[in-house]
């Protein structure tokens, strides 16, 4: 099973700053199988990007994700009130699937 | 694609868990892979399994001796069964169109709170 490790567990920044969230997996990850949801409060989970760098249907082009290996990295270019949240990044190339325990992106 | 899971949201202890899929906007048939998802403090987000609409199914093997998981193409919805639960199976169930990816989430249900209590 492919252990996702995110740092840090949570991030204090303020609107208009450039938020970096780290994933780093146990194995070596193929790039085409890595994603990033974002989950605000009392909401299900969304999928903002896949294959690691593959923006999904509506996903602001702030976001942007990059990587490959065991070293993934979901960057937010300039962070909107909206983009306050907890994101996951999840593995989906062999079974079991797998997800970080998430990062949380709160405002200072 | 839209998902909507439908259940009891109360299950005893040693009995079956049993939740439903209702697909939206997409037929069923079409190819992709449906899944589930469940979230708790406990254990985050874990992946259950999913199945595609010949049938082909995907488990997460720590749950795979109590985990089934089943397709309606002619009413578009796929159901999940979970045997002997226990309170490690209380969560929030998620439905999730998986794509081409068996073990991908493109599109998420809301949602529903399992709880497993006598």
């Known amino acids: 099973e492919v252990v996702l490790t995110q740092s840090p567990g949570t991030l204090s920044l303020s609107p208009g700053e450039r938020a970096t969230l780290s994933c780093r997996a146990s194995?070596?990850?193929?790039?085409?199988?890595l994603a990033w949801h974002q989950q605000k409060p009392g909401q299900a989970p969304r999928l903002l990007i896949y294959g690691t760098y593959r923006r999904f249907t509506d996903t602001p082009d702030r976001f942007s994700g990059s990587g490959s290996g065991t070293e993934f990295t979901l960057t937010i270019s300039r962070l909107e009130p909206e983009d306050f949240a907890v994101y996951y990044c999840?593995?989906?190339?062999?079974?079991?699937?797998?997800f970080g325990q998430g990062t949380k992106v709160e405002i200072k | 694609v839209q998902l909507q899971e439908s259940g009891p949201g109360l299950v005893k202890p040693s009995e079956t868990l049993s939740l439903s899929c209702t697909v939206s906007?997409?037929?069923?048939?079409?190819?992709?892979?449906w899944g589930w998802i469940r979230q708790s403090p406990e254990k985050g987000l874990e992946w259950i399994g999913s199945?595609?609409?010949?049938?082909?199914?995907y488990y997460n093997p720590s749950l795979k001796s109590r985990v089934s998981i089943s397709v309606d193409t002619s009413k578009n919805y796929f159901s999940l069964r979970l045997d002997s639960v226990t309170a490690a199976d209380t969560a929030l169930y998620y439905c999730?169109?998986?794509?081409?990816?068996?073990?991908?989430?493109?599109?998420w249900g809301q949602g529903t709170l399992v709880t497993v209590s006598s």
């Open positions: 906007v997409y037929s069923i048939s079409s190819g992709l892979y």
């Open positions: 999840h593995h989906y190339e062999t079974s079991p699937a797998t």
């Open positions: 999730v169109s998986a794509g081409t990816d068996p073990l991908g989430a493109a599109h």
């Open positions: 199945i595609n609409h010949s049938g082909t199914t």
């Open positions: 194995q070596s990850v193929n790039s085409g199988h």
